[in-house]
């Protein structure tokens, strides 16, 4: 587990435990709630009533397809490619919509939900740093486990619940509708882990962990002797036992490993997946259904793959995720919302980022392994997404599609002729019927629109080619901001080797630089009157930084946060937001708080597509079936506008305008 993508893990804090007295409890609660329920619901219907007295639509859908981008969308629409959304451009409205800075999901969807810039949301990046140790954590959420345990063995009994953080702050729109009885089904929007407690549904999505508290982390199990796996998952050896091969499957810290063999029947690639008394078949190529696992109390499930059967075995294991119907960690609301999905529609993926893209890239997974993987979770999403507005006569359904975002990040060397090759032709139209199936996504939702309902189609940012990696930390350090212990030209991950001391500023996270502040960081040294006047000297030197083994341009702008952002979370923002050139990102060490000897490095992952670059680079896209009234609308824009689509009056405190002209 890489722990930089990790939460602090909930480990045994996922074991059961149950009391008499709660028994006794839940029963009394259950008799109360039945016999109570004629009139609770008799009261709600009348809430319902008065809270649509107002509105202006009976139905509000979001069809969120992440990383959709203007450029692409554009070209494609003009060849006729995209029939679904050039007849909703024609009959209703079209726009680029301008994203956040950073133009990063956590950040945009957080403003989409809230209506508001990211210093009254408090989400900067995927990543924050620990202020005592300058260790990466996760910006969105804070999984603590219980304390105060009994321990037979391996066995951890918690005698507290294990307790869940969401950082994200001010209101998202859903829970304002909810206390008007509007009701709500939130499907997948980032940053909803833990699930806000409002009169709706939702289904938690990004930053969601697996059972081991990661962010997602593989299983790559061999009977060959490889490399370690770098990032995101580990690798395992697959024993010869007679004519099988057994492995062993970690689950989440503390719990006792899950045997597995398989058993391979003599045709080419297949064989037998057997596991906790259950046996699933294994072909090569294609993966099993969701396997439902048990460590110790906690429940998991997980796919399969066999990647290679002859001469050697290989087999791939997804991220362990937590079980829809015992989810392990709080994933939606109400609590039983996700169960009922599962028993409604089958078990699905829960993970926040799904799709493997670290699997890919470490070559665990091909691409067509990684296409399939995407292709089943969509049509996952689908299920539930098609589900709500099967069930839903009024009221709001939002739910985000992360293919579109996942396919683009892995494939888009594909549209770059800079890094294309002629052996690329197998996958070389892999985005364009990406957005083709977008297109189609579109076109099936249109069957639920009709004149009392506001459609909204949607993205969070675009998307641009990743060829160069730029390492501010290293730059930092050649230019005196920067010092490592001794006369060392290079350190370690989470900022090993690195001089506080003696150190002014550093980078951590996608897209962001920090002063190393005195009584902000433990070992800061910048006092409060100089911190002003080297945030512009930095602003400054870094705007038009040139890659020297390029000559193009690097970094397009350097934006101090105050020239960003207001509000009362701007003390925990980085200090400098940085808006790198088309063509350039953080690199992968930089991310992490490494310092290496090159300030610039080309990327060789699949992963060669992003968006953490100079917002105005790569807006989203805004596609909507009644006309427009605002020009160049913001993503910030949503929240006030499905208020006032509903009668709901903004707070004050929100920041968008309605895209509309409502009076």
Not at 325 to 340: D, G
Not at 515 to 528: A, D, F, H, K, Q
Request: some cysteine.
């Amino acid at each position: 587990m890489t722990p930089y993508l990790a939460y602090i893990g909930p480990g045994a804090g996922f074991a059961f435990m149950g009391s008499l007295l709660a028994l006794v409890l839940s029963l009394f609660l259950s008799v109360i709630s039945m016999l109570t329920w004629p009139f609770r619901a008799a009261w709600l219907a009348l809430r319902r009533k008065r809270g649509y007295r107002n509105a202006r639509v009976s139905k509000a859908i979001f069809l969120g397809l992440d990383g959709l981008d203007p450029l692409l969308t554009e070209r494609f629409m003009a060849e006729g490619k995209l029939p679904n959304l050039s007849r909703l451009k024609e009959q209703g409205s079209y726009r680029r919509l301008r994203t956040t800075y950073p133009a990063l999901s956590p950040v945009a969807w957080s403003t989409f939900a809230t209506g508001v810039n990211p210093a009254k949301h408090n989400i900067f990046d995927f990543l924050n740093r620990d202020l005592r140790t300058y260790a990466p954590e996760l910006s969105s959420s804070k999984v603590r486990p219980a304390t105060r345990v009994l321990r037979f063995g391996r066995l951890r009994i918690p005698l507290e619940r294990t307790t869940v953080e969401m950082r994200r702050k001010s209101e998202p729109f859903w829970k304002i509708l909810g206390r008007h009885a509007i009701g709500c089904t939130i499907l997948r929007v980032p940053i909803t882990f833990p699930p806000d407690h409002f009169h709706g549904r939702l289904l938690s999505a990004m930053c969601t962990p697996d059972l081991r508290g990661a962010q997602g982390s593989f299983s790559w199990f061999s009977t060959t002797a490889g490399e370690a796996v770098r990032t995101g998952g580990n690798r395992y050896p697959l024993r010869r036992e007679g004519n099988c091969l057994a492995g062993l499957l970690e689950g989440p810290q503390d719990s006792k490993p899950v045997s597995f063999r398989v058993k391979l029947n003599g045709k080419p690639d297949s064989g037998m997946l057997e596991i906790q008394g259950q046996t699933f078949p294994l072909l090569r190529g294609e993966y099993t259904p969701w396997i439902r696992l048990r460590f110790n109390g906690a429940r998991g499930i997980a796919r399969f793959l066999l990647t290679a059967s002859h001469p050697e075995v290989s087999l791939y294991v997804t991220p362990i995720q937590i079980d829809p119907e015992n989810p392990a960690l709080p994933i939606s609301q109400p609590r039983f919302y996700a169960a009922y999905l599962a028993k409604l529609l089958g078990s699905f993926a829960t993970l926040g980022m799904a799709e493997d893209t670290w699997a890919l890239n470490e070559g665990a997974i091909d691409e067509d392994a990684f296409l399939k993987q995407a292709e089943s979770i969509q049509r996952e999403r689908e299920a539930m997404f098609f589900s709500a507005l099967d069930r839903t006569r009024r009221g709001v359904v939002a739910c985000v599609f992360d293919t579109s975002d996942r396919v683009q990040h892995m494939f888009f060397r594909y549209l770059d002729p800079a890094r294309a090759t002629p052996a690329d032709g197998s996958h070389a139209e892999t985005i364009e019927r990406l957005y083709r199936d977008m297109d189609r996504l579109a076109g099936d939702t249109l069957r639920y629109v009709d004149d009392r309902t506001a459609l909204f189609v949607l993205s969070d940012h675009g998307f641009r080619s990743f060829r160069r990696g730029v390492n501010l930390n290293s730059w930092l350090r050649r230019n005196g901001y920067l010092a490592l212990n001794g006369d060392g030209t290079e350190g370690g991950d989470y900022f090993e080797g690195v001089d506080w001391s003696r150190t002014r500023a550093y980078a951590l996270g996608l897209g962001g630089l920090y002063l190393n502040r005195r009584g902000r960081e433990s070992g800061g040294i910048v006092p409060s009157e100089e911190a002003e006047s080297l945030q512009r000297e930095l602003a400054a030197k870094l705007s038009g930084l040139v890659d020297d083994d390029t000559g193009e341009v690097a970094v397009r702008q350097a934006y101090p946060a105050g020239e960003l952002y207001s509000g009362p979370y701007l003390g925990a923002a980085p200090d400098l937001i940085i808006g790198y050139a088309d063509g350039y990102r953080t690199s992968w060490d930089a991310a992490v708080g490494k310092v290496t000897v090159h300030v610039f490095e080309d990327n060789t992952k699949a992963w060669s597509g992003d968006h953490c670059i100079d917002p105005p680079l790569v807006p989203g896209v805004l596609f909507s079936n009644r006309r427009l009234d605002a020009d160049e609308p913001g993503i910030e824009d949503l929240a006030p506008t499905v208020l006032r689509l509903f009668g709901v009056e903004p707070p004050k405190w929100m920041e968008g305008a309605p895209v509309f002209d409502l009076g």
